[in-house]
């Protein structure tokens, strides 16, 4: 499981994330939020094909 943390700021910030599946199958991902009301994701869950690469990128 991988964590990206936000911090109480005034200022904008971004953290970036990639998930590169080595495997030979695809892999399933599904992001969650502990305050769903202020942080919007979509897609919320989603597909990495075998040997494909999926980034994302998180502005609050």
Same mark, same amino acid.
């Given at each position: 499981? *991988?964590?990206?943390?936000?911090?109480?700021?005034?200022?904008?910030?971004?953290?970036? *994330? *990639?998930?590169?599946?080595?495997?030979?199958?695809?892999?399933? %991902?599904?992001?969650?939020?502990?305050?769903?009301? *202020? %942080?919007?994701?979509?897609p919320v869950?989603?597909?990495?094909?075998?040997?494909?690469?999926? %980034?994302?990128l998180f502005?609050?």
């Amino acid at each position: 499981m *991988l964590q990206v943390t936000f911090i109480p700021s005034q200022n904008k910030q971004i953290a970036d *994330l *990639l998930i590169n599946n080595d495997a030979e199958t695809s892999i399933m %991902y599904k992001m969650k939020s502990t305050r769903p009301g *202020l %942080y919007k994701m979509r897609p919320v869950f989603g597909v990495v094909d075998a040997k494909d690469k999926a %980034y994302f990128l998180f502005c609050f």
